[in-house]
Each structure stands twice: as C-alpha cells, then as structure tokens.
T-cell receptor, first 108, second 114 residues
Framework: EDQVTQSPEALRLQEGESSSLNCSYT??????LFWYRQDPGKGPEFLFT???AGEEKEKERLKATLTKKESFLHITAPKPEDSATYLC?????????FGTGTRLKVLA | DADVTQTPRNRITKTGKRIMLECSQT?????MYWYRQDPGLGLRLIYY???????NKGEISDGYSVSRQAQAKFSLSLESAIPNQTALYFC?????????????FGPGTRLTVL
C-alpha cells in the first residue's frame, strides 16, 4: 500500500538551531516527491520537487534531499518566520499521497 | 494576482443545505483537484479532473459532486451538507509530464456545517 509518514509530528527549535524533518515513503513507481509549507488556515505553498535518489534542492535556509526510501528537509539556522507545517507528498503511478505534516515552531 | 483562487473563503451553512465551492485558475493547467483537510488526517482527495471531459472520484467522494465548466474552472458541490463535512477545502492544479507534475494549491475555503 502506498504510504507517506512524516516525523516528528511537531518540533520546537530555538532561532539558529538547525534540524531536519523526515518523510518516509512507500510507493509503486515514484514519479516525484514534493515538499510544501503550510501556514495556519492557508493553502500549501510549493517548496521543492525531487524526482530521483541523490537529488538535492535548496532555497534560502531549506534544503531537500531524496533517497529511495525517504526524504529530508534540512533547515539551517531557522528564523521565527520559518514556523509553519511542512507537508511531504509523493506522486505514484495513479495518485498523490500526502503525509500529515510536521509542525515546526521556531522560538526567538 | 493568485494563480489559483477559491470562493468563498469562508462559509457557514446548515445541515441539509446545498452548497457550491468554486475554483478558478490562470496557470493553464489541464488537471484540477479537490481536497479536504481535517486535523490529524492530512489532505484527502475528493475528486479530480484531467480535462474538461474527464472527471474521476477520489478516496472520499461520497456526499460530493463536481463540475468542470472549463479548463480553468472546477466546482465542488455538497448536495446535502452534514456536520462531518466541516473542514478546510482546497483546490489544486497540476501540469503533467513533460511538465513538473507539481500540484499548486488555492488559498482554501473554510466550511462549517451546523
């Protein structure tokens, strides 16, 4: 069964304290792995798409990596404005499957 | 201007009422989707459409119907609203291969059924 699991469910960091969010997946025929940022009450905002193991993408303080079983979203020296829920999704042969997200809180 | 827009942004209705949520996009994508989001459950697919003549049920289509009026417009209807349809509803679009296959989401509609 296609599945996406994100961990941890919630994470509190001090400003400047780097960390990583995990997205583990099982899917038949991976056609893409996607990271989104979602602020409360708003739509998911696209961050990255990764297609194959070994691929990496960066945007400001965020870096996404992909292996055959999981993806990591690395946050370097986070700021309070990085506080949000981060969603991971995979595109299988027939559909997209979303994880339940990691709620990140960055304290000043 | 936003690429994917949804109306209304907030709606409170009563049990048994018919309600329509609308989605418009200017991204030029053929594929459009409706999701609902509930706390702790993540995003769940209600319906999707790969073009104007192609509409498919998602994992939780019972109690919902859709209409694809044009490439840019995709509406979701609740025929007879019930309280457990209270949720955040999102419309999304995607550009299939050779595009990126990435989904882009609208701002959402917060629906409350009393």
């Amino acid at each position: 069964e296609d599945q996406v699991t994100q961990s941890p469910e919630a994470l509190r960091l001090q400003e400047g304290e780097s960390s990583s969010l995990n997205c583990s997946y099982t899917v038949s025929g991976l056609r893409g792995l996607f990271w989104y940022r979602q602020d409360p009450g708003k739509g998911p905002e696209f961050l990255f798409t990764l297609y194959s193991a070994g691929e990496e993408k960066e945007k400001e303080r965020l870096k996404a990596t992909l292996t055959k079983k999981e993806s990591f979203l690395h946050i370097t020296a986070p700021k309070p404005e990085d506080s949000a829920t981060y969603l991971c999704a995979v595109r299988g042969t027939y559909k997209y499957i979303f994880g339940t997200g990691t709620r990140l809180k960055v304290l000043a | 201007d936003a690429d994917v827009t949804q109306t209304p942004r907030n709606r409170i209705t009563k049990t048994g009422k018919r309600i329509m949520l609308e989605c418009s996009q200017t991204k030029g994508h053929d594929r459009m989707y409706w999701y609902r989001q509930d706390p702790g459950l993540g995003l769940r697919l209600i319906y999707y459409s790969f073009d104007v003549k192609d509409i498919n049920k998602g994992e939780i289509s019972d109690g919902y119907s859709v209409s694809r009026q044009a490439q840019a417009k995709f509406s979701l209807s609740l025929e007879s609203a019930i309280p457990n349809q209270t949720a955040l509803y999102f419309c999304a679009t995607s550009d299939p291969p050779p595009g990126t296959d990435t989904q882009y989401f609208g701002p959402g509609t917060r629906l409350t059924v009393l």
